[in-house]
């Protein structure tokens, strides 16, 4: 009698040992389930970056751009971007959807001109990189090839399309809470590069000093 028990209190012994041992894997793969996800989302789309061929991520949109310091761009009256980038050597219509763009991810567009002067001195049709990077924002599109195609962007040379895909990477690397200093420095130098150098490039200081010469621009024009 004893005997039987004793077989009963085991055999439930190893059925909630089973139990447990299921769910405990069903945590493990939903893990590593956002293991991957994250990894892929972390995939480097330009310079150093791996193919375009592992799945990613690409928040269209910041979620919480409140935590993007620095790069968060303040409110102006409509027309007032037309002033305060006449230097700026593009078309009205382009520079207009470059604030735009930069309106729906809430990043200041003084940032994304000073990248575009860094990139291409604003020449749509630059090609560097010894043939691999296109456009003003100096594109490569073998790193950037399921980014286009969730943009619906296909051509480099298209100065919209560009900075489509441009400000989304960007705008997908100050999501990682790293600071728009190492969101720049990975833009340039890889998520490896930027992690290498803590965040900090030649690069990134570039853009903040022509940044601020349109800060300067938009005081000259309030002046006025």
């Known amino acids: 009698m004893f005997k039987a028990f004793w077989q009963a209190i085991s055999s439930f012994t ?15 793969c939903a893990n590593a389930t956002d293991v991957r996800y994250e990894t892929a989302a972390a995939v480097e789309f330009s310079g150093e970056q791996q193919p375009s061929s592992i799945p990613t991520l690409l928040p269209l949109k910041i979620a919480e751009p409140s935590q993007n310091m620095n790069c968060i761009a303040e409110p102006e009256p409509e027309g007032n971007h037309l002033d ?34 860094r990139e291409s001195r604003y020449v749509p049709d630059n090609i560097g990189d010894n ?6 924002m100096q594109i490569q599109k073998r790193f950037h090839s399921d980014r286009m195609k969730i943009l619906g962007c296909n051509e480099l040379l298209d100065p919209y399309q560009n900075v489509e895909v441009g400000i989304n990477y960007l705008a997908e690397m100050i999501g990682w809470g790293n600071g728009l200093e190492w969101a720049l420095t990975a833009y340039n130098r890889g998520w490896s590069g930027a992690n290498k150098s803590n965040g900090k490039s030649g690069y990134a200081d570039d853009v903040f000093a022509m940044a601020e010469t349109f800060k300067d621009n938009n005081l000259i024009n309030e002046k006025e």
């Open 84 to 117: 305060k980038y006449s230097d700026v050597p593009l078309s009205e219509d382009i520079i207009s959807h470059v604030v735009s763009l930069c309106d729906d991810y809430d990043i200041d567009p003084d940032i994304i001109f000073a990248m575009i002067w």
């Open 131 to 136: 043939g691999r990077s296109f456009g003003l």
């Open 14 to 28: 190893a059925l909630v040992a089973l139990i447990i041992l299921l769910i405990a894997s069903g945590d493990i």
